[in-house]
């Protein structure tokens, strides 16, 4: 949720303003409106400073960078350089160059090759080898043939060269490690020249008033921090005002949830904090994700392995530098591994099809068909409908709050047609009303939500302003809907897709067992199975990642009116040195 905010107002002499600032910095919850940018030379540096000092950390926890990229890539163009000219071997390039005489190299395929060449002109063999020749002809002798590039370095120099490269790449990796113990110390001077930063802009921030004798401060801080604010601020040698933050404020953001909903807040701040009228998305973000993420991977085995994967990271043996993303990984690893009990997989394995899988587990799998149509793919529409349901319903409610009932009539009847449409299609499927009673309601949510879509979605214009503003609305609404729905059919792709990878996996390092006899094939076989599903793994992650957010962040924060222009919250504190 979106944690309430209160308004400060502060007026105090000029000369107390750094006094005033660092007692705000102890109480470390009161954000000082400010510019996000430098406002002089001063802050132009600081910022320039913190960037470096945070590009710094990346480059080292990445273990690369573009340098390092650039020295592997020169080892590549090297080894390829050397593959080219060993044919040819080592020579005296230095000599055949005061010779003065032209050499020229060739390859031909060995039923080109015409030994009587050799009569009309200087021609060395050098090398036979898969139907080719190798060549080379000093002087000008006429040869049908193209010949190749003059090599800008022969064997030896290559070797001598791609042995330096290697010392070099070993010598900046070997630098890289070392500037791992410096982390910790690069981080704290990156979050202490944060907190100058933004006590700088603070402070620059202030409106000087009466001849530059008075400065104006405008603050926030979260509402529940009230009562011991007001205390602190008594003591003050300045006066005060306060007031609930209204969107006019323009007033930070700051969300507040749950030990697990929190785990999510990483992708709310992906797509944009949510306004100060808005509602927060994180709590459908966590439950959604979360499923979509699991239908995606489709597979207990790939759970169970992220599981592992996420439990490690927390404990620092491996990733450290995303250590913070540690409980999410655990929570889509758990999420995964119950989801594909449900799909009926484990490692590519149709574990439905065991026989010594107990029924109380099979009766929890979704399996066959529902009227001709895979039951996982169906599954997958029907989440999809409900989930733009639920964007519609929080967008009606969120409407209602801000601007009223009579100014979301609009919305109203879209909710009604679409929403109510769904839930009573549902219940004559289920057979809970009878075919009359859902044709009158019908015909009522019909008239209903056509009031309020053609006539009443905005009650400050004319009428046929409204009925033209509601067909090019109902056009886009028409024409968007089914696509939105149809997105959702990824969820059933995807896991299926990935399915079907690791059963293949499967079945490539059954075949090399052959009969079952001891053989080269039991080495194979591991190997086959690992490499397969580690690559599995790591496609079906990406796609499990990506579509997902896509639809949360289209379909459904389109669907529900989600802006996410909100400002971030930065408190003053003061960091430890």
């Not at 502060?10 to 996000?36: N, T, W």
């Not at 489709?298 to 990733?319: E, F, M, R, S």
């Amino acid at each position: 949720m979106i944690e309430k905010m209160t308004r400060y107002d502060f007026i105090l002499l000029s000369g107390r303003k750094e006094e005033f600032l660092d007692a705000l910095c102890e109480l470390g919850v009161v954000d000082i409106k400010h510019s996000s940018r430098p406002v002089d030379e001063k802050s132009e540096a600081m910022l320039s400073r913190l960037e470096a000092i945070r590009a710094e950390i990346q480059r080292i926890e990445r273990g690369s960078d573009a340098h390092l990229a650039e020295l592997q890539q020169d080892k590549k163009q090297l080894e390829k350089e050397a593959a080219a000219v060993a044919v040819w071997g080592s020579y005296d390039r230095e000599k055949l160059r005061s010779l003065g005489v032209p050499v020229r190299y060739f390859c031909v395929q060995e039923k080109q090759f015409d030994p009587q060449w050799a009569e009309s002109c200087a021609l060395q063999e050098i090398l036979r080898e898969k139907g080719k020749v190798w060549f080379v002809v000093l002087g000008d002798g006429e040869i049908p043939a193209t010949p190749l590039p003059v090599p800008a370095h022969d064997s030896s120099e290559l070797e001598i060269m791609l042995a330096l490269k290697d010392k070099e790449i070993e010598y900046y990796k070997d630098e890289l490690d070392a500037r791992r113990e410096d982390l910790p110390a690069l981080r704290s001077e990156a979050d202490s020249l944060a907190s100058d930063l933004n006590l700088y802009l603070a402070g620059a921030s202030g409106e000087a008033v009466a001849d530059n004798a008075l400065t104006i401060f405008e603050g926030y801080a979260p509402t529940i921090e009230r009562d011991r604010l007001k205390k602190a601020f008594d003591k003050m040698e300045c006066l005060w005002t306060s007031a609930p933050a209204t969107l006019e404020d323009d007033p930070p953001i700051k969300l507040r949830n749950n030990k697990f909903v929190s785990q999510f807040e990483v992708l709310t701040y992906m797509y944009g904090r949510p306004d100060y009228n808005e509602f927060d998305p994180t709590p459908y973000l966590s439950v959604f994700f979360l499923l979509f993420f699991a239908m995606c991977m489709g597979d207990a085995g790939y759970g169970l392995l992220l599981t592992i994967l996420g439990i490690l990271i927390g404990k620092g043996v491996i990733l450290n530098g995303v250590k913070n993303l540690a409980p999410l990984v655990t929570i889509l690893g758990v999420g995964t591994f119950i989801v594909g009990i449900v799909m009926h997989t484990f490692f590519g394995v149709d574990i439905a099809a065991l026989p010594w899988i107990p029924d109380f587990l099979k009766a929890v799998m979704i399996t066959g068909t529902i009227a001709g149509f895979e039951a996982q793919m169906v599954l997958s529409l029907v989440i999809g409908v409900l989930h733009l349901c639920l964007a519609m319903v929080v967008k009606t409610v969120y409407a209602t709050r801000n601007l009223g009932f009579l100014g979301s009539l609009g919305v109203w009847g879209w909710t009604l047609l679409i929403v109510g449409g769904v839930a009573v299609g549902a219940l004559a499927l289920l057979n809970v009303i009878s075919a009359a009673a859902t044709k009158w309601i019908v015909i009522v949510l019909g008239v209903v939500s056509a009031l309020g879509i053609f006539l009443f979605n905005d009650i400050r214009r004319s009428p046929l302003k409204n009925i033209g503003s509601g067909l090019w609305e109902a056009y886009n609404t028409v024409t968007g809907l089914l696509g939105d729905v149809l997105s959702y059919l990824r969820l059933y792709a995807l896991g299926l897709a990935g399915g079907m990878l690791g059963k293949a996996f499967n079945d490539i390092a059954a075949m090399t067992l052959g009969d079952g006899s001891f053989g080269i094939g039991w080495l194979a076989f591991p190997i086959i199975l690992v490499i397969g599903h580690a690559l599995n793994l790591a496609m079906c992650c990406l796609g499990a990642f990506v579509h997902p957010l896509r639809l949360n962040f289209l379909e459904f924060f389109k669907n529900s009116g989600y802006n996410g222009k909100g400002r971030t919250y930065n408190a003053l504190t003061k960091q430890q040195q």
